[in-house]
């Protein structure tokens, strides 16, 4: 029997890096799974893939920083599959990758409109689907750089600590419904994100040199690692575990 047998799963961001891993890797441990991104083709291959090779999953358009798409996809997705048990909070973008002098309001608020925004919309309309089942996990995907600075990406950074903080905190509010609520922190991992982040930089072979570097364990992660810990979280194994911050990095954050 699967880790998710009869568990039914949203996952924001599904149709790229981490967030297609999670929802590849909860789908085969039985759960049925909603994929939504804003990226419609990768997103419907994801689901396609999944029901092709015998899991149960429907592809939603989902743009995060929009309350009311996220309020009605979040309602269509409990309506069509019976129910909610778990959320990851996966959807992301890095951003302005400047210092803070030369960034514009508009480039700072894109970053929490998806990155924070997302997360509350998300964690707000999910909330009373996964009382209705009378236990829940949340998933949120933080990042090293929610937990410790580096001289770039200054929205990203604001943005990640604030979804460490906002775990926490939901984790205390809904703890008496049986709704547990708990952040990740990936070091590199090798998706179109960070492979866009390098390229954007001066010297992107350099660039990738130097963060293998800060990771001890000589490598960039690869996002079926950071799925791993996402299942952990999503499923009974992490029973006794809300409020907290599963660091997956390589040992960046370990000196
Ligand atoms: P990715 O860029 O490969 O995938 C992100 C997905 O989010 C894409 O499919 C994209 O279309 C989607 N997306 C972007 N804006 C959206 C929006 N407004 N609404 C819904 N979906 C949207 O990124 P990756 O690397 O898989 O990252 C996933 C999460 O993990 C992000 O929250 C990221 O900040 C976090 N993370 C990633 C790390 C890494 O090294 N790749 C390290 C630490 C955290």
Redesign the pocket.
Known sequence: MGRMEGRIALV??G?????KATAELLAREGAAVAVT???DE?GQAVADAINESGGEARYWH????NEEEVRTVVEEAAGDFGGLHVLVN????VGADKPPHDISADEWNQVMA??VN?VFFCTKHAIPHLRKAGSGSIVN?S??YGLVGAADAPPYHASKGAVRLMTKTDALHYAGDGIRVNSVH????S????RGFLEGQDDPEGARKALIGLHPLGRLGE?GEIAAAILFLASNESSFMTGSELVVDGGYTAR
């Open positions: 924001t961001g149709a790229s890096g981490i967030g991104d804003v990226d990768a989902l743009d995060v920083s996966n959807a992301g973008i998806v990155n997302g995907l990042s090293i990936p070091g590199f991992i998706t179109p994100m960070v996002p």
